[in-house]
């Protein structure tokens, strides 16, 4: 970190703000809410937000109570989309303590986005202490139940009041806490993969390896139509050539052949650069398996498939963390991958993760950012 850095984010960090919530839902009702808290639908009793204006620069940090906003109508992100986000959990860990994974790569990657959105970047330790200082306020929203944890969502939206196209004047950073059990709830079993024929999800030169909200507006039709179709997920092929698989509507793409080794597509600037795909291949490189990145055709998948060249093949991201993939169809028909079920080194890459997050295993590449 830089000395500028760190005095622009140490003067921030001087004035953040704690207004604890007078109403706090009660120990009952929270023990409630925490037994099946599913996904995305559990919220805690507090929100972090900063102000940012061209004139003042990032100012008015706080720890409030969670409450609705009120935006002007004409607030810019409500025409013209200029909004990122971040998806990040905070785990409790098995001697009791509490720990992110990686956040510092969350806060590179959101400082990413705001560039190619043409956003402000935050100060990566005023967004380390936004989340930490939440995560502390509501630990006690962190579920006990085998895969819990607290989803952070950090994201940053336009909040300029004018219908100008332009990038906005000013923002609001805000992050959200979301108690969550585990993603899918028939645990390790697969999802289906319908190809999209009709949409892509990105293009060279847009905005596919940028975490905003628009990519995720674009993909909902093509995800609706997997689900018409019996499927779960969409999966995405390149813009260009229509040829390469790219990834799923939220997740990144795994192939496991015979031969022990994994292929993932290259980030040539249309994929999201996930922090679990990341993982992913340090993990498997640390343990001698061949990790390469490299395109992939849906036509090699399914001839791979077929063949059983190609014996797993799985989805991965923060929500999920690890989701193996049973089957894919297109209109040329469907294919089945491996068993159908859940792969062998799918399992181990999950199980292995998973054992980091929670403080069961080493923890020899540093990710855990420990709060205690
Ligand atoms: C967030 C996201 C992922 C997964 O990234 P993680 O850092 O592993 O959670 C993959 N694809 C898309 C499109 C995403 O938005």
Same mark, same amino acid.
């Given at each position: 970190?830089?000395?500028?850095?760190?005095? =622009?984010?140490?003067?921030?960090? %001087?004035?953040?703000?704690?207004?604890?919530?007078?109403?706090?839902?009660?120990?009952?009702?929270?023990?409630?809410?925490?037994?099946?808290?599913?996904?995305?639908?559990?919220?805690?009793?507090?929100?972090?937000?900063?102000? &940012?204006?061209?004139?003042?620069?990032?100012?008015?940090?706080?720890?409030?109570?969670?409450?609705?906003?009120?935006?002007?109508?004409?607030?810019?992100?409500?025409?013209?989309?200029?909004?990122?986000?971040?998806?990040?959990?905070?785990?409790?860990?098995?001697?009791?303590?509490?720990?992110?994974?990686?956040?510092?790569?969350?806060?590179?990657?959101?400082?990413?986005?705001?560039?190619?959105?043409?956003?402000?970047?935050?100060?990566?330790?005023?967004?380390?202490?936004?989340?930490?200082?939440?995560?502390?306020?509501?630990?006690?929203?962190?579920?006990?139940?085998?895969?819990?944890?607290?989803?952070?969502?950090?994201?940053?939206?336009?909040?300029?009041?004018?219908?100008?196209?332009?990038?906005?004047?000013?923002?609001?950073?805000?992050?959200?806490?979301?108690?969550?059990?585990?993603?899918?709830?028939?645990?390790?079993?697969?999802?289906?993969?319908?190809?999209?024929?009709?949409?892509?999800?990105?293009?060279?030169?847009?905005?596919?390896?940028?975490?905003?909200?628009?990519?995720?507006?674009?993909?909902?039709?093509?995800?609706?139509?997997?689900?018409?179709?019996?499927?779960?997920? =969409?999966?995405?092929?390149?813009?260009?050539?229509?040829? &390469?698989?790219?990834?799923?509507?939220?997740?990144?793409?795994?192939?496991?052949?015979?031969?022990?080794?994994?292929?993932?597509?290259?980030?040539?600037?249309?994929?999201?650069?996930?922090?679990?795909?990341?993982?992913?291949?340090?993990?498997?490189?640390?343990?001698?398996?061949?990790?390469?990145?490299?395109?992939?055709?849906?036509?090699?998948?399914?001839?791979?498939?077929?063949?059983?060249?190609?014996?797993?093949?799985?989805?991965?991201?923060?929500?999920?963390?690890?989701?193996?993939?049973?089957?894919?169809?297109?209109?040329?028909?469907?294919?089945?991958?491996?068993?159908?079920?859940?792969?062998?080194?799918?399992?181990?890459?999950? %199980?292995?993760?998973?054992?980091?997050?929670?403080?069961? %295993?080493?923890?020899?590449?540093?990710?855990?950012?420990?709060?205690?």
């Amino acid at each position: 970190m830089s000395a500028i850095t760190s005095a =622009v984010s140490a003067a921030v960090s %001087a004035v953040f703000r704690h207004e604890p919530n007078a109403t706090p839902v009660d120990a009952n009702e929270r023990a409630k809410r925490l037994i099946d808290p599913g996904f995305g639908r559990v919220f805690t009793d507090h929100m972090a937000l900063i102000r &940012y204006s061209e004139t003042k620069g990032w100012h008015d940090a706080q720890i409030t109570a969670r409450a609705p906003l009120s935006i002007d109508p004409a607030s810019s992100v409500l025409h013209y989309a200029q909004e990122i986000f971040e998806g990040m959990k905070a785990y409790r860990l098995a001697d009791g303590g509490t720990a992110l994974f990686r956040p510092e790569a969350n806060a590179r990657r959101f400082n990413r986005s705001a560039q190619r959105m043409a956003m402000p970047e935050i100060p990566e330790a005023l967004f380390l202490e936004s989340i930490e200082r939440l995560v502390r306020t509501d630990a006690d929203w962190i579920p006990e139940s085998d895969g819990g944890a607290l989803y952070l969502r950090p994201f940053m939206f336009a909040s300029e009041v004018f219908l100008g196209v332009k990038p906005s004047a000013e923002y609001l950073y805000m992050v959200l806490a979301s108690s969550v059990g585990t993603y899918w709830k028939n645990g390790a079993s697969t999802v289906s993969l319908w190809v999209s024929q009709d949409y892509t999800r990105a293009a060279p030169g847009g905005t596919g390896e940028a975490k905003c909200g628009g990519n995720y507006a674009t993909s909902l039709v093509a995800q609706a139509e997997a689900i018409r179709r019996g499927y779960d997920q =969409v999966v995405f092929l390149d813009a260009r050539e229509r040829k &390469y698989v790219e990834e799923l509507g939220g997740m990144n793409v795994f192939f496991v052949f015979d031969d022990g080794s994994i292929v993932t597509p290259p980030l040539t600037g249309t994929i999201l650069p996930g922090i679990t795909r990341d993982s992913i291949l340090t993990l498997a490189r640390a343990q001698g398996v061949d990790a390469r990145e490299e395109l992939y055709s849906i036509d090699q998948w399914r001839a791979d498939a077929t063949s059983g060249r190609l014996v797993e093949a799985f989805a991965c991201g923060t929500a999920a963390v690890v989701t193996p993939i049973g089957k894919v169809a297109s209109p040329e028909g469907e294919f089945t991958i491996g068993s159908g079920g859940p792969g062998q080194l799918t399992m181990r890459m999950h %199980a292995a993760l998973v054992a980091i997050q929670r403080g069961t %295993a080493p923890d020899p590449h540093g990710w855990l950012r420990r709060l205690d």
